[in-house]
Structures are given as C-alpha cells and as structure tokens.
C-alpha cells in the first residue's frame, strides 16, 4: 500500500528554496540523500481497459539505464484531522512494482513477480486479467528530476521528493513542480503533521491529481 502527500509549489525557484532550506532539513533527519532522472510512460489497450478501471501502467526508465515497472489502482483521499492543505494532497493506494532491464511490459511475467509483494496478488490478478494477450500502447509520459530524502521524522521513515520537469500528452506538456511525501515505514500521522509544518511554512498546497492524472487532462481523458 502506497502512502503519499502531494504538494504543489507555485514555481521551481520556491520549490529549490524549500530543498535547500534549514527550517526543512532541521524538522527530520536525513538518512540518505540522492537524485534520479525519471522517464515514465503509462500504457493502456487502445480501448482503454486500464482507464476505465481506474488503473495506471507506468513503465519507468530510471537514470537511463534500469526499468521499473508499476501498477497502482485508484488513489484514496484520506480522512483524519489535518488541514485542508494537506487533506487535498493525502493519499492512499495499492501498488505494485517490478524491477526490469526491459520497457516491455509483460503482464505474466509481471503478475508472477509481484507476487511477493504485501499488497493482495488476487486483486492484482483481477486488475491485469482483461489486458492479457492485448496489445498496449504509449498514452502519455511524463519526465523529471526527482531528488530525494529518505528521512526520519518521529516514528517513521518517509521519502521526501522534490520533483521537477513536465507531464506530456497530446503534443501538449504542463509543468511539474512538487514535493512528494511517502511514507516508507511507520505512521500515516507522521505523514499527516510533517505536511501540517511544511504547508504552514512554505508556499505550497496539496495537490490531490497525480502526475498521470493530469497527462489525461492534457489529452481531454477523464482523469484517474
């Protein structure tokens, strides 16, 4: 299961300004940190299938070299006490997610390896069933830089990103610009206050469409 909050900041430069900030860095410590180049593309059937089940197909290229390969169902919005800022950008979802040295995406191949996985493998199964022996095809990508934290914040450890580049579709683009809190292991309140300090000290919001979300609106696609 994927925990994550999405912020929104106005532009790179506050964005950068936040990354490199004392009061961000003094609120947790940082276990490790380092950047990646993301290539991402989402895949469907040309019907739609995924789509329409509310299912997203990501192939992403990482640094140019290695592949990841991931399937996420529809996000939840969580509930709880929080701001409004953080309740728009807080969300919860399956998610699953295979390493590869290839962008072809095999849904066998992908369904017998994440079956390790914690999230359940039937629900996985159900979601692949109606693409396989189907052809998929490129719909939208998206392309950034993402550094990242892996930080330490009261009991729990989460990934704090900084992400930066655009999400293409249609032969159109939107910017992206955002920070991106997932937790990795501890408490879904942990997630909850770091956002809660972050909103109150930085000009950002939630940011409640993901990233493939708003390629589909580039495209005039309902959204996911």
Same mark, same amino acid.
């Given at each position: 299961?994927?925990?994550?909050?999405?912020?929104?900041?106005?532009?790179?430069?506050?964005?950068?300004?936040?990354?490199?900030?004392?009061?961000?860095?003094?609120?947790?410590?940082?276990?490790?940190?380092?950047?990646?180049?993301?290539?991402?593309?989402? +895949?469907?059937?040309?019907?739609?299938?995924?789509?329409?089940?509310?299912?997203?197909?990501?192939?992403?290229?990482?640094?140019?070299?290695?592949?990841?390969?991931?399937?996420?169902?529809?996000?939840?919005?969580?509930?709880?006490?929080?701001?409004?800022?953080?309740?728009?950008?807080?969300?919860?979802?399956?998610?699953?997610?295979?390493?590869?040295?290839?962008?072809?995406?095999?849904?066998?191949?992908?369904?017998?390896?994440?079956?390790?996985?914690?999230?359940?493998?039937?629900?996985?199964?159900?979601?692949?069933?109606?693409?396989?022996?189907?052809?998929?095809?490129?719909?939208?990508?998206?392309?950034?830089?993402?550094?990242?934290?892996?930080?330490?914040?009261?009991?729990?450890?989460?990934?704090?990103?900084?992400?930066?580049?655009?999400?293409?579709?249609?032969?159109?683009?939107?910017?992206?610009?955002?920070?991106?809190?997932?937790?990795?292991?501890?408490?879904?309140?942990?997630?909850?206050?770091?956002?809660?300090?972050?909103?109150?000290?930085?000009?950002?919001?939630?940011?409640?469409?993901?990233?493939?979300?708003?390629?589909? +609106?580039?495209?005039?696609?309902?959204?996911?």
């Amino acid at each position: 299961m994927e925990t994550e909050l999405k912020l929104a900041f106005p532009s790179e430069e506050e964005l950068d300004s936040c990354f490199a900030s004392n009061a961000l860095r003094e609120l947790f410590t940082v276990l490790e940190e380092k950047t990646e180049e993301y290539e991402n593309d989402y +895949l469907d059937t040309e019907a739609r299938v995924l789509h329409k089940s509310r299912t997203s197909l990501r192939v992403r290229h990482v640094n140019r070299q290695n592949y990841i390969h991931t399937v996420k169902t529809s996000p939840v919005v969580l509930e709880g006490e929080m701001t409004e800022e953080v309740r728009a950008g807080l969300s919860s979802r399956c998610e699953w997610n295979v390493p590869s040295d290839s962008a072809e995406f095999d849904p066998e191949r992908f369904l017998s390896e994440a079956s390790s996985g914690e999230d359940p493998i039937d629900l996985l199964e159900m979601t692949l069933r109606p693409i396989m022996g189907k052809r998929l095809q490129i719909v939208c990508s998206t392309v950034f830089t993402r550094r990242i934290l892996v930080v330490q914040f009261r009991e729990s450890q989460m990934e704090v990103c900084f992400d930066v580049g655009e999400c293409q579709g249609n032969g159109r683009s939107l910017p992206i610009c955002e920070m991106e809190i997932e937790l990795i292991a501890g408490k879904t309140e942990d997630v909850e206050t770091l956002g809660t300090i972050i909103t109150s000290r930085f000009p950002c919001r939630g940011g409640s469409l993901s990233k493939y979300a708003r390629c589909l +609106l580039l495209m005039n696609e309902e959204r996911v």
